[in-house]
């Protein structure tokens, strides 16, 4: 149980375009998720928090702007990076937080890698 | 405000033999703990948590961890390396009362596995 999935799995595409990833909790209901991104050898850096139903929570220095994010249902949680540039290009990885559970513990999906050129 | 150290970037060992990879934590209440592995260009795996039950906590694949409030560590264990053990280890604190949900990543240990 508690399997979350992401789609795609990676993506390439030219500066300037729009790309969004999708994540989605395959069997709970995740009333929060969380956007993560990781640069190589790096541990993973906190993007936003969502919830569902209402507007994300972005750490202090993402741009809210570039980084759109939505949480339309109980379990899918979207990522638009907008006119994404070079310096975008990164490993994107969502997690879910089990609706009710008291240990905040997270489940992560596989990961995105996003390429741009 | 929580925090969370792992010690050592980098820890190398030989097959079949013990593997420790350390993590010490700061927090103000009592915290929640996890140890999570991440294989390249994967996602992050559960290992094991630690959620004020019992302090020695065992987990997949042989892992272990024991907390220890004294010395606010969570160094995690395997009496045996294998081949596959090879991955990034990242150490995760929460704090459990906090309506924000979030955890705080280690900066992760890669642990090498030498045949």
């Known amino acids: 149980g508690a399997v979350v999935s992401q789609h795609p799995s990676w993506v390439i595409c030219k500066s300037g375009t729009s790309v969004k990833i999708e994540c989605r909790s395959l069997d709970f209901q995740a009333t929060t998720m969380f956007w993560y991104r990781q640069f190589p050898k790096q541990s993973l850096m906190l993007m936003a928090t969502?919830?569902?139903?209402?507007?994300?929570?972005?750490e202090q220095g993402v741009e809210k702007d570039k980084f759109l994010i939505n949480h339309a249902s109980l379990t899918l949680s979207t990522l638009t990076v907008t006119s994404a540039h070079p310096e975008d290009s990164s490993f994107y990885i969502c997690?879910?937080?089990?609706?009710?559970?008291?240990?905040?513990?997270?489940?992560f999906g596989p990961g995105t890698r996003l390429t741009v050129l | 405000a929580q925090s969370v150290t792992q010690l050592d970037s980098h820890v190398s060992v030989s097959e079949g033999t013990p593997v420790l990879l350390r993590c010490n934590y700061s927090s103000s209440y009592s915290p929640s703990l996890f140890w999570y592995v991440q294989h390249p260009n994967k996602g992050l795996q559960l290992l094991l948590k630690y959620t004020s039950a019992a302090t020695l906590v065992k987990g997949i694949n042989g892992f272990e961890a024991e907390f220890k409030k004294s010395e606010t560590s969570f160094h995690l264990t395997k009496p045996s390396a294998h081949m596959s053990d090879a991955a990034e280890y990242f150490c995760v604190v929460s704090d459990p009362y906090s309506s924000a949900s979030k955890i705080i990543f280690g900066s992760g240990t890669r642990l090498s596995i030498r045949p």
């Open positions: 997690s879910a937080k089990l609706a009710g559970s008291s240990y905040n513990e997270q489940f």
């Open positions: 969502s919830n569902e139903g209402s507007k994300a929570t972005y």
